[in-house]
């Protein structure tokens, strides 16, 4: 972070502080440096700038190494002689943790020091995440299925091409109500191009024989010739030249010769200059060259063609290539995706390839926001962008949300029932993850929402634009050092571990009903997400503060001394 960016901070953003306000009491981890993270300054400016003079330290470990730092940030926490009571964390990795190297020792440790920290009455709020969801694709191979299997029983969702099962795997696996797909392989198709016939090159001089040789148009711009059509040449040629008949074997030009010119090396080939004229829709005169490879007994391999009365350089207008008719593209498979699969058994064709299981895909809420003892903050924005009116979830980015498969909600029983009347609304909305995509049992995040697009950060004495559930979090920190304030001065204890009393009070909150969290980082828009609905939901948890309601029920709440429910796993 940067003192002077704090400072130019409160006195654009909070003009009511009072001097020193904007100082920082004390720096933990390492010394103060001064710098210009855009994260760190969000972090800072907004955790102070909505509970201004609130004693504020700011906690740094540099070292990159995510879930070692966590380790050590806990580890200090706990140790601490007077901890902040209300922090802060925008941190988190939606996906495998194995990608960032962490090693299990340490995630096992932060996450029994969470729970440490709520039974010694510490508020933790942590970013849910900026990828929504969390949705990774599964991976379709060439191998996806069970080779020589078909499904003998089911019900038919729909069928669609498909070229392989790879494909058909992939168009099977973000439908709701998909339980498994079955390819099976085109009906065998005969070829009817001419077979090629020999093309010889006598000597290293270039003197060749074309007995029944086979070329095809394989490019062919404005001229009589059309794409792959077949043409057949017979004739000899020494190292001087010669002609040779062809003969457009599915009759679109006429008969003609092709006069060909002195052999001539160049650049590991054997070429010649070719002249012809086509008969057809119209006369074409053409000059080309024909290119042989440079050995004996090879074949030629081209001719092309070019415009005759054109100077250099040539418009090409044609390419004949060694060889039948190209043939087409093999038809695709067909793909037949069930909603319900009854029975599987051999195929009559083994090529056939059957999954009776769907391919799930990854959905991950973000860690360490989904511990169960912290509190994982959303991101909203206003509709239509409007300040002051009805907020929705975030689609600059995806609100981080979803089911954990680490933790279970026994150790999150204050959420069960607001949880469990989602999941039950889930497949009345748009987008809802198939019940075997996540573990409807699972702690779920976020916890509660702020709005989390459009900060002002000041950095490097210039302001930035900034989104995300890092916005979101440290805003929420501020309010419960706000309400923490209004408890001492009532000779209370602090708010503590918050998750009990958020689900406690949802009246507290705006319920924020419109909107999903099918989006990745960026307006990026995720097969499958968890849509905002009336209640607590997997995109902006209970919804966002309603400050008087929340001050007045955390006057009435017990606050830390009542936390012997928290548990260590």
């Not at 306000?21 to 390492?30: A, C, L, N, R």
């Not at 409807?440 to 000041?458: I, K, N």
Request: with cysteine.
């Amino acid at each position: 972070m940067d003192t002077d960016d704090l400072t130019t901070f409160f006195k654009a953003e909070v003009p009511d502080a009072q001097p020193g306000d904007e100082k920082v009491s004390k720096f933990v981890g390492v010394p103060y440096t001064k710098g210009t993270g855009v994260e760190a300054l969000l972090d800072i400016e907004f955790i102070m700038g909505v509970a201004p003079g609130v004693k504020t330290e700011f906690w740094e470990w540099p070292n990159n190494d995510f879930c070692g730092d966590l380790h050590n940030y806990t580890a200090t926490m706990l140790a601490a002689e007077a901890p902040p009571l209300s922090n802060s964390i925008s941190y988190g990795w939606q996906g495998d943790l194995a990608q960032l190297h962490c090693v299990a020792a340490d995630v096992d440790a932060v996450d029994v020091n969470w729970a440490k920290l709520a039974a010694k009455g510490i508020s933790i709020m942590i970013s849910s995440g900026d990828s929504g969801s969390g949705y990774s694709a599964p991976q379709c191979g060439p191998a996806s299925g069970e080779p020589g299997k078909s499904v003998t029983s089911g019900t038919v969702l729909k069928t669609v091409s498909a070229m392989e099962p790879a494909e058909c795997c992939l168009q099977s696996r973000e439908g709701k109500a998909t339980a498994g797909w079955m390819w099976t392989p085109p009906a065998k198709t005969v070829q009817d191009a001419p077979t090629e016939a020999a093309v010889v090159d006598a000597a290293a001089d270039g003197s060749t024989v074309f007995k029944d040789a086979v070329f095809h148009a394989e490019l062919s711009l404005d001229t009589n010739f059309a794409d792959h059509e077949v043409h057949i040449l017979n004739g000899a040629l020494t190292a001087a030249g010669g002609t040779v008949k062809l003969h457009d074997a599915n009759g679109t030009v006429a008969d003609t010769t092709i006069t060909f010119g002195p052999a001539v090396k160049s650049a590991g080939t054997i070429q010649r200059n070719v002249s012809a004229t086509f008969s057809g829709k119209t006369d074409e005169k053409l000059n080309g060259r024909a290119i042989f490879v440079d050995m004996a007994g090879q074949p030629c391999e081209q001719i092309v063609w070019y415009q005759a009365t054109a100077a250099p350089p040539h418009n090409l207008v044609a390419i004949f290539a060694k060889g039948p008719n190209p043939p087409p593209p093999p038809p695709p498979g067909k793909c037949t995706i069930y909603s319900a699969i009854a029975s599987v058994g051999p195929a009559a064709d083994p090529k056939t390839v059957t999954d009776s299981v769907m391919p799930k895909p990854s959905l991950y809420p973000s860690w360490p926001a989904s511990s169960p003892w912290v509190t994982a903050v959303g991101a909203t924005r206003f509709v239509g962008q409007v300040v002051g009116g009805e907020e929705m979830a975030t689609d600059q980015f995806g609100s981080g949300g979803g089911f954990s498969t680490t933790f279970n909600q026994t150790h999150a029983q204050w959420q069960a029932a607001a949880v469990a009347k989602y999941v039950a609304m889930g497949p009345t909305l748009p987008k809802f993850p198939n019940a075997s995509f996540f573990n409807p049992l699972g702690r779920a995040t976020p916890d509660v929402s702020a709005l989390g697009e459009g900060f002002q950060v000041y950095v490097d004495g210039k302001v930035q634009s900034v989104g995300g559930t890092s916005a979101s979090s440290p805003s929420f920190a501020g309010i419960v050092s706000l309400l923490n304030e209004a408890r001492f001065k009532a000779g209370k204890p602090q708010m503590g571990f918050l998750n009990p009393f958020l689900y406690a009070n949802p009246d507290a909150f705006f319920d924020v009903v419109k909107g999903s969290n099918a989006f990745g980082r960026g307006p990026f828009s995720t097969p499958v997400g968890y849509a905002c609905a009336p209640g607590w939901d997997a995109a902006t948890g209970l919804g966002t503060p309603h400050f008087d309601k929340l001050l007045t029920a955390a006057m009435a709440a017990a606050g830390a001394s009542d936390v012997e429910e928290v548990s260590v796993a």
